[in-house]
């Protein structure tokens, strides 16, 4: 028996190509890792501060009340955009993690598989970017929600 070759028919440098071929994915997986790591660190905190802002809502009146309210509902529609935001950067990690078996599962079964990691890396891409955007949009949407209000600059203190 030949010693490169496993008794299935395919080769150590056949099983190395892939694994080869399987590097850049595997450093999208890592990256995307790390999206959703400062995803989560997001979510954590929007989450944090509607907590603490319910607590201050039963207390509240008038325009504080109101300004109370207005807040809480952003918090809630940024926890809304960011968990899809996540939901979408691991379903892109899963479609990568499909397209790396599938790389596998050609070179064994001896299948062309060519159109299926095409497809495979284009809707990981797809799903990689519409969370980038909906994460842009969201970080938008934070930004204008923190405004400080004109007569904060304005106030002098009393002397």
Do not use: Y
């Not at 109101?66 to 892109?92: N, P, T, Y």
């Not at 495979?120 to 797809?126: K, V």
Request: charged share 15%; with cysteine.
């Amino acid at each position: 028996m030949d010693p490169i070759h496993a008794p299935t028919g395919t080769g150590v440098l056949e099983i190395a190509q892939i694994i080869q071929l399987s590097v850049a994915p595997v450093f999208l997986l890592a990256g995307i890792g790390a999206f959703l790591n400062v995803c989560v660190g997001r979510l954590s905190r929007i989450v944090d501060r509607a907590r603490a802002i319910e607590q201050l809502i039963p207390g509240s009146r008038g325009a504080e009340h109101d300004r109370l309210v207005a807040e809480i509902r952003a918090l809630d529609k940024r926890m809304g955009l960011v968990s899809w935001a996540i939901f979408m950067s691991v379903l892109s990690a899963i479609l990568v993690c499909v397209l790396i078996m599938t790389l596998f599962a050609a070179t064994f079964l001896g299948a062309q598989f060519a159109t299926v990691v095409a497809l495979l890396f284009i809707a990981s891409m797809f799903a990689t970017g519409v969370g980038f955007a909906i994460f842009l949009i969201e970080t938008r949407l934070g930004s204008r929600s923190v405004r400080i209000a004109g007569d904060v600059f304005e106030h002098q203190p009393d002397e």
